[in-house]
């Protein structure tokens, strides 16, 4: 897939996905015209940002080719299985957009970038739409889809074009459900004994505590887990030094995770951000909402280090030094964090080769990169 032709001549596109997937990878939404929803979230990469920057790949390079965010580029895989953002009755928060729920939906979540002055860059809908205008086929489209005169209305416009991209990423091309775990549930591929152990360890709460947050449907053979209970959970992660080198983010700022969604005032979700989706997880990396590690395995250690007393286990294998202490303390889900015992090298391997067979079989390749 990639965009439609667009322009004089080109043809108007006949339903919200088609007339979406154009948009998603339309460089020309952007101020300088530089910039997609793809470039941040690279359909050949995961859906998640792989340009390199003065920060490693933690964080992405906004359109004006200076600006760097404060977080990673979530993948939008299986992004449509999200459920809108909404509190529970215990109080807890699920589902939503971003990494601190701040879009409720995915056509909230497509109507951020556009008009975030580091990462699209557009000063306000209205330009946006002045944009789209410059294609007559985009015009001709938005006509038949959402009524004649909607280009006359920005705030209808600019809401058509996130229900376009909202459908397409709604589309069996965001999820195929065709890794090889998924291949194995149905009979078409079998796991190496260290992926069955992987697998073994990762759904049985005796030896790991990785379902807690990481599985959403109660049975481990079910064809359509996600891999995240879509909550929102404090875990201790560190500042991501190198990327507040250089992001311009003033020394002693705080991530204030779920806290920062205009939502929520209870300060006892200070720090909490939604629990990704493992898909892809072995090719999506840096890791963390603020990508402050490199490696899968890295992660692991470190959710490790709240089960073992093992000297060995309170280093960061990156830096060789101790784990730095959380970004935000106080509200770390200590519960989740200490079920399970210490881990041997070999289980962190197992669930290492587990989690790689969650990769949709178009990224089995990056796996050997």
């Known amino acids: 897939m990639g965009a439609g032709a667009t322009g004089v001549g080109a043809q108007p596109y006949d339903s919200l996905e088609a007339l979406g997937e ?110 789209l205008m410059e294609k007559p086929d985009y015009v001709e489209s938005f006509e038949a889809l959402f009524g004649a005169g909607v280009m006359g209305d920005v705030d209808v416009a600019y809401r058509g074009m996130t229900r376009a991209i909202a459908a397409f990423e709604r589309t069996e091309f965001f999820a195929p459900f065709d890794s090889k775990y998924d291949r194995s549930l149905r009979g078409e591929a079998v796991l190496t004994q260290e992926e069955e152990l992987g697998k073994l360890l990762f759904f049985s709460q005796q030896f790991t505590n990785c379902n807690l947050c990481h599985q959403l449907r109660k049975s481990a053979v079910d064809p359509r887990e996600t891999f995240t209970n879509n909550e929102y959970h404090n875990i201790g992660t560190p500042v991501n030094v190198g990327a507040r080198a250089v992001n311009g983010v003033p020394e002693g700022a705080v991530d204030e995770g779920l806290l920062a969604h205009p939502g929520v005032d209870d300060p006892a979700h200070k720090g909490k951000v939604k629990v990704p989706t493992l898909r892809n997880v072995a090719v999506t990396g840096p890791y963390m909402h603020n990508g402050v590690f490199e490696d899968l395995r890295t992660v692991i250690l470190f959710y490790n280090k709240y089960n073992s007393k093992a000297e060995a286990r309170q280093i960061n294998p990156e830096t060789g030094q101790p784990w730095r202490a959380p970004e935000v303390d106080g509200t770390l889900s200590m519960e989740e964090l200490e079920t399970g015992p210490a881990l041997e090298d070999k289980r962190v391997d197992a669930l290492v080769a587990f989690l790689k067979t969650l990769t949709d079989a178009r990224y089995e390749d990056l796996l050997e990169e």
């Open 22 to 131: 154009a948009l998603f990878f339309d460089t020309d939404l952007s101020a300088n015209r530089t910039q997609a929803c793809a470039t941040c979230h690279n359909p050949d990469y995961g859906f998640v940002d792989p340009r390199p920057t003065a920060a490693g790949k933690a964080v992405s390079l906004g359109d004006d080719g200076a600006s760097l965010g404060d977080r990673s580029a979530p993948t939008a895989s299986y992004a449509a299985f999200v459920p809108p953002f909404h509190q529970q009755a215990d109080g807890t928060y699920v589902g939503g957009m971003f990494w601190d729920g701040r879009a409720a939906t995915l056509e909230d979540q497509a109507g951020g970038p556009p008009l975030n002055p580091i990462e699209m860059g557009m000063p306000d809908k209205a330009s946006v739409v002045a944009r």
